[in-house]
């Protein structure tokens, strides 16, 4: 009797059990599933609605080759693409056309678009299998289009195509080539690289190995952390220079480079599959605050240099949707950087800062457009259509820029394994601020020897202030080059109701042989009525505004004080942290949070 109840127990315990089992695993199952749909759709919505392929692309469709066996894989399938199997920026451009029509596929069920995006996953797979051991770069001269480019597209495959056996040959790539979250093809990368290598290899773990993307996303392990951090942003309060988001608004990529440009990637694909996976993010709060200050929601004209190396300056995309403030004076002082907006116009300033890097080129590149990152004085103003992307031939006569007066300007190059080089100016040469009163001014005192740009020394003293009515500045620029330089001085695609000049000039520009120092007054006015009288007197810079004003320094390049005739009024100082306060004769100034100036408390 005894032994029947307890088999009786143990039946029933069973069942139990079972059904408890069948229901976590139908749970862990449903679970998977709707995971794979929301990965699926994140990389869908992460194009654009209206994505179509343009007249050319519609072209090369139909005339596409397609690979017959594994030794024709290495062919040319359009005359497009000719050079992909050695230029390593045509790979790219492939990859990403295959990534695009792959979207295509998953909206419209074109086949045709599938069998082509299958064709280049097959020519690509085939030849990176030829390799026994995958190099940096296993052709052409950058790590990008093979650690980046080729892993988005082949995890998109894994999600969005139709063939499991290629998909698996997918995953087995994306695992040779990234190793780990923050690997590739041998070396360990930082910064925003991590999501671009983290996030493919995610998608592919979790599609076919769930015990790996278990293992990768603990959160104590180093490379997921370091994938974290570029979703949830954490400020950098530090006071030395390093990459990240400081308080500001500063954002630093490649250890010293004030740019935009990474962290804009994230909008869209990256971010967007990582909500997907599950994880937490900031970035939206984060990008909302940063990229409203230099966006402008009626100029669509970016700040040079701060949205990459390219000529580009145009903004093509909304990212998360920010459209910047319409007026305004917004300041990160801690890289230098100022911009002054009206609803009819916009002007970016970045003043020299020791430790930064004045410019950053690649191969592609070269050094073009060394002088205006640093120099060009822009007015963007509202509705006027200006050259894009912007190149040497029309930057060279961009307002604010002293060039070679041969109109050449200096290759900057690297080393044969360097994708990127940084230059700075001469740091002894440096000693610059960056400011505003309450009223709606902007100041500026801006110091610097770029002798890479020139092969030689020129120093540069510039002393500016900007208003509704423009731009008035006065320069000091001392050529020590051992060639003859010119001030572009004219804006030559817009009218300004002022534009001149103090010194005699020919054409657009002022003369300024080796071996001279040239001083000057020049002026950019969108209207009349405005004469700030702005010097360099002893050192100080001096201007009018209701009032004179002096911009004297206390600590180079960290602290200044600005005086209405012999009281001070504010403070300023390089921090990037907005709750901070300062100490001058005595007394104890408390920064403005929205403006960044140190008032008395």
Known sequence: MIFRKVRLFLIIYICVMTMVSLMLLNYDTKDTTDRM??????????????????????????AWVFMTDDDDAEGVPHSSFEAWRCDDNVFMELCNFGGKLLVLWARSGSLEHLSIAEDIIRRSLTAMNKFEYLLLYPWGENWYAFSVSLPKLLSMYIYLGDNEELKRKCCRLMMRMVTKLDRSLSITRTGMNVAYLGIPRLCATYYFDRKIFEQETQWNENPFIKLKEQFHINFNRSPAIFDG???????????????????????GFYEYVYHALGFPSNVRDIACQMLSKVLHPDIPWLPFGLFGRTGNRRRIKQWWNITGSKEGIELMPFAGVAVFKTPESMITVRVQQPGFAAYETDKTAKGEFALGWIQLRRIYIKGVDYPDPLEWKVLKDEPGLIVPADGQFLPLVGGKNSTTVIY??????????????????????????????????????????????????????????????KFIWKDNNYKLAVNDVSVDYEGNSVSIPTGETKKFNWRMLISTGIDSKVRIDQGNLTFES????????????????????????????????????????????????????????
């Open 245 to 267: 988001v400081y308080a500001d608004g500063t954002c630093i990529e490649h250890k010293n480079v004030v740019t935009f440009s990474y962290f804009a990637t994230l909008d």
């Open 37 to 62: 749909l929301l990965i699926r759709d994140a990389m869908v919505s992460s194009y654009s609605n209206d994505l179509r392929l343009w007249t050319d692309e519609i072209i090369m469709t139909k």
């Open 424 to 485: 700075e100016c001469e740091p002894n040469s440096i000693n610059s601020f960056v400011g505003r009163l309450e009223s709606e001014l902007l100041f500026w005192k801006n110091e610097y020897n770029f002798r890479h740009a020139y092969d030689g020394d020129c120093f540069v003293k510039e002393a500016a202030v900007v208003t509704s009515h423009g731009l008035e500045a006065y320069y000091e620029i001392e050529n020590k080059s051992g060639k003859n330089l």
């Open 546 to 601: 209701n009032g004179v004003y002096t911009v004297k320094v206390l600590k180079k390049n960290e602290k200044f004080v600005v005086l209405k005739g012999d009281k001070p009024v504010l403070v300023g100082t390089n921090s990037s942290v907005p709750d901070d306060y300062v100490l001058y004769e005595k007394k104890k100034y408390r920064r403005d949070p929205k403006n960044f100036m140190y008032r008395l408390e």
